[in-house]
């Protein structure tokens, strides 16, 4: 699955276009490694979000095109 689209589906991020705004300024790293939108996250992926000052590591837990909202945090584990 792509980036911008599971911080969506995850609900890190509240839009899709957010998401993909924020990889494009290249503060969401993968593994270490900058990430553009299109980057593909599997199962172990470590997430780092930068929001400002701050960074956010989350652990890719699964992988799911739909989620209820209450199962949303289910898809990550915040490090």
């Known amino acids: 699955?792509?980036?911008d689209k599971f911080l969506k589906v995850s609900r890190i991020m509240k839009?899709?276009?957010v998401a993909n705004e924020v990889c494009s300024?290249?503060?969401?790293?993968?593994n270490g490694k900058v990430a553009k939108p299109s980057t593909e996250v599997k199962e172990g992926?470590?997430?780092?979000?930068?929001f400002g000052e701050r960074v956010r590591r989350f652990e890719v837990?699964?992988?799911a095109e739909h989620v209820v909202k209450g199962?949303?945090?289910q898809m990550y584990r915040e490090l």
């Not at 300024?25 to 993968?30: A, D, I, K």
């Not at 992926?45 to 930068?50: F, G, M, N, V």
């Open 45 to 50: 992926d470590i997430i780092e979000i930068q």
């Open 25 to 30: 300024q290249g503060r969401v790293f993968v």
């Open 71 to 73: 199962e949303a945090s």
């Open 61 to 63: 837990l699964s992988i």
């Open 1 to 3: 699955m792509r980036i």
């Open 15 to 17: 839009r899709r276009t």
